[in-house]
């Protein structure tokens, strides 16, 4: 029998019981006090210079049946996207020994399901059981699934499943309405109880307020365990979608939504995730100092643009920070 919610919650010393006015006390600190915070807690967890390097490969593009407001890949909205079948094994094994000689260490395979059919599944643990071969980290994104799904996940030896909550449950039915919050919340539970590390986090810059990135980091940080990886996406604004418009952000704003995740997730790797292609090489710095600890590294994203690999590596340089 598993232990009563509060045992567990103290079991690993991390709290799990923020309160939205205690998270948006920390997102109201004057800038320099909330990136030293940042900065203090993210050392007493990690190598301060060292960040962890995935790299991602769309495995099936688009004509998704969901209707994310931000996503490129949803059949509702009109992008020009090339639509693609799932890829051949031998074409995604090749993608991640790319990957692995350029120095990444975790491959991250998505596809644009609500959530895979049983017969798409055993081709996918093909590709977790071959690039797992090649000596890599897996991922997947696949949308939600089932307990018996997650299960040949496992047994296939995935590493990390990514789903993300997006925003805060109060802010969720704008942006989508195939899908609930507590689908999520249900997928994220059957990775964690299947022994998968989860991946999980959402995007900045969708039209939110401040209380909804508190909302959105107040649920991630009050699972009964942290996620192990927080993604915090900046919006990529794509035409054809509802949120090609939206106004972006203040980038401060975004900084310090990486340092409330690291003050709430200690221990977690906070993934500064898409949207660096619009960012500075400056602006990724902060994103750093503020306790952001990991990055996709490659190209490409999914479907949209990344930074290049030389840019990347001279800011590693530039910075003296070293790839996981
Ligand atoms: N279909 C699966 C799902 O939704 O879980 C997996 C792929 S989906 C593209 C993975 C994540 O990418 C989304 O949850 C969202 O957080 C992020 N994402 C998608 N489009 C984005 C965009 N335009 N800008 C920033 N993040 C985006
Ligand atoms: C995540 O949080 N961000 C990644 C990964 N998980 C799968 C995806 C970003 C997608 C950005 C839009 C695109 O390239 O299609
Ligand atoms: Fe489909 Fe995932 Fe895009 Fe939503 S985010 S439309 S589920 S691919």
Redesign the pocket.
């Known amino acids: 029998m598993s232990a009563p919610l509060a045992e567990r919650q103290a079991a690993d010393g991390l709290r799990h019981d923020w309160s939205r006015e205690e998270i948006l006390e920390l997102f109201g600190l004057p800038f320099n006090d909330l990136l030293f915070r940042a900065q203090q807690v993210h050392r007493a967890g990690f190598d301060p210079n060292a960040v962890q390097i995935s790299t991602l490969l769309s495995i099936k593009t688009g004509a998704?049946p969901?209707d994310?407001a931000y996503?490129p890949?949803?059949a509702h909205y009109k992008t020009e996207l090339d639509v693609e079948r799932l890829l051949p094994v031998e074409e995604v094994v090749a993608a991640a020994r790319e990957a692995r000689a350029r120095g990444a260490s975790r491959f991250c395979m998505g596809a644009?399901w609500?959530s895979p059919r049983d017969r798409d599944l055993e081709p996918v643990l093909e590709m977790v059981r071959a690039v797992k071969a090649e000596g890599l980290e897996t991922c997947l994104t696949l949308?939600m699934l089932s307990e018996a799904q997650v299960a040949r996940l496992k047994a296939a030896g995935l590493d990390y499943y990514n789903h993300n909550l997006d925003t805060s449950p109060d802010f969720y039915g704008e942006i989508i309405s195939t899908r609930t919050y507590q689908d999520r919340l249900d997928t994220l539970r059957h990775v964690r109880e299947a022994g998968i590390n989860v991946c999980a986090g959402g995007i900045v810059g969708m039209g939110e307020s401040r209380a909804d990135r508190a909302g959105l980091l107040q649920a991630l940080a009050n699972l009964p365990r942290h996620p192990e990886s927080v993604p915090v996406n900046l919006l990529v604004r794509v035409e054809g979608t509802p949120l090609a418009e939206v106004e972006p952000p203040d980038p401060f704003e975004f900084v310090r939504t990486l340092a409330v995740a690291r003050l709430l997730m200690p221990k977690s790797y906070v993934r500064l995730s898409a949207g660096r292609e619009s960012m500075s090489d400056e602006l990724q710095a902060l994103c750093f100092l503020a306790g952001a600890n990991s990055i996709f590294y490659g190209e490409k994203l999914l479907t949209t643009g990344n930074p290049d690999t030389d840019q990347d590596r001279r800011l590693f340089e530039r910075l003296g920070l070293k790839p996981l």
């Open positions: 998704c969901e994310c996503c890949q949803s644009a609500r949308g």
